[in-house]
C-alpha cells in the first residue's frame, strides 16, 4: 500500500485488492481530504448501487460502462466524466473491459486499510 501523504505513488508499488467479481482496485495517491483509485473492471463486472459520505468524481479512462447515478442511466466511455455528491446512489455495470479513475473527497479511509 502506498503510504498516505507520499509525493510520488507509483503504479507498481499500489497493491491491487479484489473488489468484486471481475474489478481490482489500486489505491494511488492520498491525503486525508482526497483520495485517487483506480478501479479495472473485466466486461460483466459490476459496481453495485451503493452510496457513501464522500463526493467523488468519475474518469473513464477506457472500456464502456453503463452507470447509474441517482436513478438515471447512462452509458459512458473513455473520456468521460460523471460527479456523484455525498450519499447519491451510483453503480455501474461494464460493457467493454476497462478502467475507472475515481477521486474522493475526503478519503476513503475503508479503502486506507
Known amino acids: 500500500m502506498i503510504p498516505k501523504g507520499s509525493r510520488w505513488a507509483f503504479h507498481q508499488d499500489a497493491r491491487p485488492v479484489e473488489a468484486g467479481a471481475g474489478v481490482t482496485r489500486r489505491v494511488l495517491a492520498y491525503t486525508d481530504g482526497l483520495m485517487c483509485v483506480e478501479n479495472t473492471f473485466a466486461q460483466g463486472a459490476v459496481g453495485s448501487l451503493h452510496s457513501h459520505p464522500h463526493t467523488q468524481i468519475t474518469y473513464v479512462v477506457s472500456g464502456v460502462f453503463s452507470f447509474t447515478i441517482d436513478g438515471v442511466t447512462k452509458t459512458v466511455r473513455a473520456g468521460d ?25 475526503p478519503m476513503r479511509e475503508d479503502f486506507a486499510g
Not at 460527479?83 to 477521486?103: F, M, R, W, Y
Open 81 to 105: 466524466t460523471m460527479l456523484k455528491q455525498n450519499g447519491v446512489i451510483h453503480g455501474c455495470v461494464c460493457l467493454e473491459a476497462g478502467i475507472l479513475l475515481d477521486i474522493f473527497t
